[in-house]
Structure formats: structure tokens, C-alpha cells
């Protein structure tokens, strides 16, 4: 059997049902094991909660010394891990590879925010020391979504073990080999038993993590479908830290820019940079109306017919890869399929050449004439709505008709106009003629409305991580100069 689980620092089989992850580039079975059951999850909670006093106690240099060894691991495996991400998710390796940086990186910046973000703080009071500290909230969950499998779950584990909290971490059950590496590297870097667990499987083992009474919070980077589910769960749950990472329906709005071929290039680069599969990704570009704004989408259309798609491991490496299943490359066709007949016109048709892999073209569609008919939704893929417009605050009103808000874009030479537009519209990344993707580690991360619950990650996961204690302390009790009215002693 194979061994996929890790609890209370031993690597175990699973005793749920069998569950495997496909290449979705190759259609090749790579991993095979078996879910954790529900006492198998009970397990990691209870030898997360055993080891939360020992972690705690050890202080943060202590701690942060693991992280860094954890942090050198990483650096040591950069292509190994690389090459099982591209494996695992179809993304190129050139992807692969700044996603390990960018789990190498999370380490420095995290020490960075815990210190500015949850440090302490000493303030002198007439009679005694005031102090604000942080402390570990104890045993938390970490979910993870396929599109980074290895740096957003890294991005919450890091920061709540430097805190001193112990995690449990379920994977995406379409990433469990990648998991089980990255788990395998904090066992190699001597973490003590139970600190780090790793139950992996699907809905069910999720639901028996996420409903279990012994957790103190849950930090979950995933669909908004599955994060509201978890809302609702923990509702009547003051007490837990819930932190929700979740989509958006992102808008990039176009208005008089000279060099066009930059502003195809950023357009690109947000829509279909890892497939689409990105929670920041453009998915509504709002172009004016008239022959610049014609010009622009013709050339997007015809950069983007060109854009090369190949295996990860290709030799000339492609921008994009196969999305991360053959399924979900089919479901991005069936989407644009409803939306064209709903009334959409396609200018570049998304096609998905071989149903048992998960490669898809990128697809761009006009839908200015079926808006009504847009239904509010993350296609998460690459496919590319176009809204033409006249007028630019109706198109910044447009841009916010969503229930999403996690990214947006304004493209365009007038500092004025972005001024207006950043003034006006709704979300947590709002960027000036950059992509929308590829938002840095060193900034909070995290949108309004159902794209989170303002508990922003990257920079701010250290707020998530920790809970304040306010403390006014002196060393020997003392009688105040002055007694309170009243009072005679
Ligand atoms: N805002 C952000 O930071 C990011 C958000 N995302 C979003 O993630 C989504 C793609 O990731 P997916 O893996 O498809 O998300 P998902 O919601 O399907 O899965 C996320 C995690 O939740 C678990 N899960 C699923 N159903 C569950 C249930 N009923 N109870 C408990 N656990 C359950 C999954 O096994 C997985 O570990 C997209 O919507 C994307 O926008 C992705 C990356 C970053
Ligand atoms: O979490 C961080 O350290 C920064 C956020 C980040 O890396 N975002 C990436 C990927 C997340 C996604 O869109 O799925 C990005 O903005 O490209």
C-alpha cells in the first residue's frame, strides 16, 4: 500500500477509497493511493493538537530555524518539484519553476510580516509597561486549491507555523502527489512529529477536516462554490479564524492607449497566463467602441490564435499548458458553447482538439450584446469576455457588476483616467497598465464581495495566523498615587 498520509510524523496508508492523479498533458495515470477516512483525519487533528504546545513554547527563532532548513530543501529540490507541478497540473516547467521560487521567497517575507504585522509592542505608562503580543491560535486546517499546489497552500502553512499554530493540510485531491512532496521536505527538515500533518482525499475526507470540533481555524484557498459551503459551516463558530481565498469574475478596462502591442501583451498575460487557470485571471475586457478599440481586439485575436500550447516538458516551451484536466479543458468549451448560445459572437473559437487531455485553445468572445444574459460566473479557464463600450464610467459601473471582486485592471495613458477608475471600482489588486496576474508575496492578497472575507493572504496572512493579546504589566503590585473617588484605604 502506499503510503500518502502523513500523522503525527509517520507516513501511512490511506484506509478510505482508492483515489489516483492523472498528467493531464499525457493522459498518464502518476499516482495512485487511498483517501483518508474519517478516523484518519481525527488522527492528524489529534496529533496536531498534541504537538500545539511543545511547537509553541519552542519560540520563533527556534521555529524559524526549521522554516529556514524547509526553505533550503526547497532550494535544493527546485527541479524535482518543479518537474512533479508541470507533471500534476499540465503547467510548462518555465511556470513550474517560479512557482518553487515563489514558495522559496514566501519564507524571508513571512518572517518580514510576522515581525511587522504581529510583532511586539512596548509602550511605557505612567505605572507600568503597556505590551501588545501575538499568539498562535492552536491547531488550524489548510486547503489548497490545483492551480498552485504548491505555493498557496505554502502561503498559508508558512506563516501559521511560524506563528505557532500546528496545521492539518488536505490538498486538492487533483494535486496529491505534489502535496506529499512538499510534506516530505518539511519531514526531511526535521519538523517535530505532528506539527505538520497531511490527510489527503476528496469531498469527503474536506468535509471531515473542515467539520471537525478540534480545529481553531481553517485557511482555505479554493472555488467561491466550496468557500461560501465552509462560511456557513463555521457560522455559530465566532471563536474559529476562518480565512476564505476564493474567485473572482476580474475586469480589465481599455481606454486610449498608444502602444498597442503592450496593452495585447498585458491582456494576454491576464487572461490566459496558466491556462486561465488563475484566481486573478482578466475574465471581461472592456474595449471603446470605435476603430482603435477595433484595432486592439483584432490584434488580440490574432496574437492569441498564435500563442504556442504544448506538453510542459516541450523543448521550445510553450505559454500555455494543458489545463489541469481533460474534463475541465471539456466543461471550458461547454461554457462558451451556452454563452454563444446565449447570444455571445465568438472572434476566436476555444477548442479542445483531444477529449482525453486537457489542452485547450484560448477562446475570446464578444458578449456586448447578450449582457443581460452574462451570468455572473468564474470561467476558469481561458476564455475572454470582450464588452464593448462608450462610455467610461458605464464601463466601469459594468466592471463592477459582479458579486466577485478580487482583481482589476485599467489599461491607458491618462493618469487622470486611472485616478477615476481606481477611485470607482471594487476589488482587492487594482493595477495601472500591469497585468492582473502574477500579484506579489510582498502585498496582501485577497478581494471583496464573494471572492474572500477580508482575511487577505500573502503579506496579511500573518494577521490570520495569530489573535493580539493587549497586556498592561508591572513587576510588583503598587498603590496608585491617587485613589479613585470614593475608595479609602
Ligand atoms: N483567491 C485566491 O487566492 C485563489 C483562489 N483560487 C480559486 O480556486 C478555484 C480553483 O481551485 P479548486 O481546487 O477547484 O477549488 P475547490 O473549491 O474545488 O477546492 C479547494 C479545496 O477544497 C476542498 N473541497 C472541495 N469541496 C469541499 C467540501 N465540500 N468540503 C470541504 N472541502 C472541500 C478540495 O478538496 C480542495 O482541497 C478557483 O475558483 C480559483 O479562483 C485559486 C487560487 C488562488
Ligand atoms: O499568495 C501570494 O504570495 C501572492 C498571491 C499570488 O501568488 N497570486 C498569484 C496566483 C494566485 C491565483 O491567481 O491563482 C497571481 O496573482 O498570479
Not at 336 to 355: C, F, H, I
Amino acid at each position: 500500500m502506499q503510503t500518502t498520509h502523513y500523522i503525527g510524523g509517520h507516513w501511512l496508508a490511506g484506509e478510505g477509497h482508492p483515489i489516483s492523479s492523472v498528467d493531464p498533458a499525457k493522459n498518464q495515470t502518476i499516482w495512485q493511493g487511498h483517501s483518508a477516512n474519517a478516523a484518519q483525519v481525527d488522527a492528524a487533528v489529534a496529533a496536531a493538537r498534541a504537538a500545539a504546545p511543545q511547537w509553541a513554547a519552542l519560540g520563533f527563532e527556534a521555529r524559524l530555524n526549521i522554516i529556514k532548513q524547509y526553505g533550503a530543501l526547497l532550494e535544493q529540490n527546485k527541479a524535482p518539484l518543479s518537474q512533479a507541478i508541470a507533471r500534476e497540473t499540465g503547467k510548462p516547467l518555465w511556470e513550474t519553476a517560479t512557482e518553487v521560487a515563489a514558495m522559496i521567497g514566501k519564507i524571508g517575507i513571512s518572517e518580514k510580516a510576522y515581525h511587522e504585522r504581529t510583532g511586539t509592542v512596548e509602550n511605557p505608562m505612567p505605572v507600568g509597561q503597556a505590551f501588545i503580543r501575538h499568539k498562535p491560535h492552536g491547531v488550524v486546517a489548510v486547503f489548497g486549491p490545483y492551480n498552485f499546489p504548491g505555493h498557496l497552500p505554502n502561503g498559508h502553512i508558512v506563516p501559521a507555523l511560524m506563528a505557532g499554530n500546528t496545521v492539518v493540510f488536505k490538498p486538492s485531491d487533483l494535486t496529491p502527489m505534489v502535496a506529499e512532496q512538499m510534506v516530505g521536505l518539511w519531514d526531511q527538515a526535521g519538523l517535530p512529529a505532528g506539527v505538520l500533518n497531511l490527510v489527503q482525499g476528496e469531498v469527503e475526507t474536506g468535509k471531515a477536516l473542515a467539520s471537525h470540533p478540534g480545529l481553531d481555524g481553517l485557511f482555505f484557498t479554493g472555488s467561491s462554490r466550496t468557500g461560501k459551503m465552509l462560511h456557513e459551516q463555521f457560522a455559530g463558530h465566532p471563536g474559529k479564524i476562518l480565512a476564505l481565498e476564493m474567485g473572482g469574475n476580474n475586469p480589465l478596462v481599455v481606454k486610449d492607449v498608444t502602444d498597442t502591442e503592450a496593452a495585447v501583451h498585458d491582456i494576454i498575460q491576464s487572461a490566459f497566463v496558466t491556462s486561465g487557470q488563475r484566481c486573478t485571471c482578466a475574465r471581461r475586457l472592456f474595449v471603446p467602441q470605435g476603430e482603435a478599440g477595433d484595432a486592439m481586439v483584432s490584434r488580440l485575436v490574432d496574437v492569441s490564435r498564435n500563442i504556442l500550447i504544448d506538453e510542459y516538458d516541450a523543448e521550445e516551451q510553450p505559454f500555455m499548458g494543458a489545463m489541469i484536466s481533460a474534463n475541465a479543458a471539456n466543461m471550458m468549451v461547454q461554457a462558451q458553447a451556452q454563452l454563444e448560445q446565449a447570444g455571445a459572437t465568438v472572434l476566436l473559437r476555444m477548442e479542445q482538439k483531444d477529449p482525453a487531455k486537457g489542452f485547450v485553445t484560448p477562446g475570446i468572445l464578444d458578449v456586448t450584446d447578450m449582457l443581460a444574459e452574462l451570468p455572473d460566473e468564474e470561467h476558469f479557464g481561458p476564455l475572454l469576455k470582450i464588452i464593448r463600450y462608450n462610455d467610461f464610467d458605464a464601463a466601469i459601473n459594468e466592471a463592477n457588476n459582479t458579486r466577485f471582486g478580487l482583481s482589476a485592471g485599467f489599461i491607458g495613458d491618462s493618469e487622470d483616467d486611472y485616478r477615476h477608475f481606481f477611485q470607482h471600482i471594487r476589488a482587492g489588486i487594482v493595477n495601472w497598465n500591469r497585468p492582473i496576474t502574477g500579484a506579489s508575496s510582498a502585498a496582501p492578497f485577497g478581494g471583496i464581495g464573494d471572492s474572500g472575507n477580508h482575511r487577505a493572504s500573502a503579506y496579511y496572512a500573518a494577521d490570520y495566523c495569530a489573535y493580539p493579546v493587549a497586556s498592561v504589566e508591572l513587576d510588583k503590585v503598587a498603590l496608585p498615587a491617587t485613589l479613585s473617588p470614593g475608595l479609602k484605604m
